[in-house]
């Protein structure tokens, strides 16, 4: 069966590249931040990849279209 490849979200980071790491830094100025470090799952990219077989991904567009209609 064919398949293609396809990019999604990245659900561990929300597609932001970056996990925070729960350590927490004061800056000199008494700012305080967390520290993050690159999504593991993504590898830092924010995306997944995915290989779909085409009748699957034919169900996936159908779906996006019919959303699309009822807005």
Do not use: F
């Not at 396809?6 to 729960?22: D, E, H, N, R």
């Amino acid at each position: 069966m064919d398949k293609i490849l396809i990019l999604t979200k990245c659900q561990a980071c929300s597609g932001q590249a970056y996990v925070p790491t729960g350590e927490e830094i004061i800056s000199m100025s008494g700012h305080k931040y967390i520290r993050h470090k690159r999504c593991p799952d993504c590898n830092g990219s924010g995306l997944k990849t995915h290989w779909v077989p085409l009748d699957e991904l034919a169900r996936m567009l159908t779906a996006i279209a019919a959303e699309g209609q009822e807005v």
